[in-house]
């Protein structure tokens, strides 16, 4: 197109805006960037991640509440049998790993190093990379090892403590300390409450529990997985837990210049109620017969202060096990005491008589401890805990742990059980 031509349509543009659309010049479609740039550019990202947290209403969704805090007072089984059949326990490690190469190793020795360098010594001669996730591990040895290629990669690692899985397709055999874990326990809850409770009370709370087919599933390293499987065992031989029900509750005195006058208890209720008293380094525990329970003790502590109920729930604790229950499992997550924790190692001696031993602690750390001997059918009461301990202003006020133990017997059975308890 000419010069003069071209000046003739730019004029007829300026003229006649309604042409002016039609007068665009036609340049060369420029590329669009790869889709992660335009991703980029149209995500808008938080000033400070930091700062974004998931809603508290989706935090207070919890699949244990219904079943972990709920106690029933009214009627309570001192003694309840569970039978569970006799395959129900099983560990599974998660994840796909196929099958090892199959040959035989005739004769393979190395001086003491790292297990990863030693399975890398004898994979290397069967062209599988080796990917060592968390190394180095422990250094070993070993002489004329023998056998399926499989059974030498298994001696290696169970003597190094670590865990492998194998890509048949990429020929790549990857090694860590930790692997995942299913445990399918039987269809009891109390017994799946008593797990919890104990790999809780072993301080490991990152599980996730499967309350439809009864499965717990976390990550476990060597020393974990054994101490599950000593668990398991456990069950075959002592089929005994003890079960708490809990009731926490914080008291404010009607006159603030007063603090709670508890031996009038000693008034309200027959000589022989409160059957023991022991002092802790905070706080004191009292061993009480049936006759104070959930209510009379809010009858009695009604007329000298305000009650207001933190949480209630129950927790199980496998015979010579530590089990813990989290108060704020089952109170208000914004509650002083929310991060309060009641540690507890139970064994049940002669004569149906419980031994408990009980820590209280927080985030700050251990709070009062107590040991307790006490009957089936009585209770315990935890008085005496400050509640300045958790940055409460008012000096007299307190908080209270009101206990009751049960026994529950587990029935090994080769029969189907049909009942979820």
Wanted: net charge neutral.
């Amino acid at each position: 197109m000419t010069t003069k031509i071209k000046n003739f349509f730019t004029a007829l543009c300026l003229l006649f805006p309604l042409l002016a659309a039609s007068c665009k010049t036609n340049k060369p479609q420029q590329p669009l960037p790869p889709i992660e740039q335009r991703i980029a550019a149209e995500t808008v990202y938080p000033e400070d991640p930091n700062m974004i947290r998931t809603p508290e209403g989706a935090n207070a969704l919890d699949l244990e509440t219904p079943l972990r805090c709920n106690v029933n007072w009214q009627t309570q089984e001192m003694v309840l049998t569970l039978p569970y059949n006799i395959s129900a326990f099983k560990l599974d490690k998660n994840g796909v790993n196929d099958p090892l190469p199959r040959f035989e190793v005739t004769g393979f020795s190395f001086d003491t190093m790292p297990a990863e360098k030693a399975l890398y010594k004898l994979v290397k001669e069967a062209g599988i990379k080796l990917v060592a996730k968390d190394a180095p591990y422990a250094s070993i040895s070993a002489e004329n090892l023998r056998g399926e290629f499989s059974e030498v990669v298994n001696m290696i690692a169970d003597a190094g403590e670590i865990y492998y899985t194998y890509n048949a397709a990429k020929k790549t055999m990857r090694i860590s300390r930790k692997a995942d874990f299913t445990l399918y326990v039987p269809k009891s809850r109390p017994i799946i409450l008593g797990l919890l409770d104990v790999l809780r009370g072993s301080g490991i709370t990152d599980i996730t529990t499967d309350w439809a087919d009864y499965s717990i599933s976390f990550e476990a390293d060597f020393e974990l997985r054994n101490k599950i499987m000593n668990l398991i065992k456990y069950f075959e031989n002592n089929p005994t837990l003890v079960a708490y029900d809990v009731s926490v509750f914080r008291i404010y005195p009607y006159t603030k210049t007063s603090e709670i006058q508890w031996k009038d208890m000693l008034n309200v209720f027959d000589f022989g109620t409160i059957t023991t008293a022991k002092t802790g380094v905070i706080g004191r525990v009292l061993t009480t017969t049936d006759e104070l329970n959930i209510s009379s003790l809010r009858r009695f502590l009604g007329q000298q202060a305000m009650v207001l109920p933190v949480a209630e729930g129950k927790f199980v604790v496998p015979n010579l096990w530590f089990s813990r229950f989290d108060i704020g499992k089952c109170g208000s997550r914004n509650s002083i005491e929310a991060d309060l924790s009641i540690l507890a190692k139970a064994s049940l001696e002669k004569n149906n008589r419980i031994f408990s031993d009980i820590t209280l602690e927080n985030t700050g750390g251990q709070i009062t401890q107590f040991s307790i001997r006490s009957k089936l059918g009585e209770n315990f009461l935890i008085i005496g805990i400050p509640n300045e301990l958790f940055g409460v202003s008012s000096p007299r006020s307190e908080t209270v742990i009101f206990m009751v133990p049960r026994i529950i017997r587990t029935l090994k059975t080769s029969k189907p059980i049909l009942n979820k308890i």
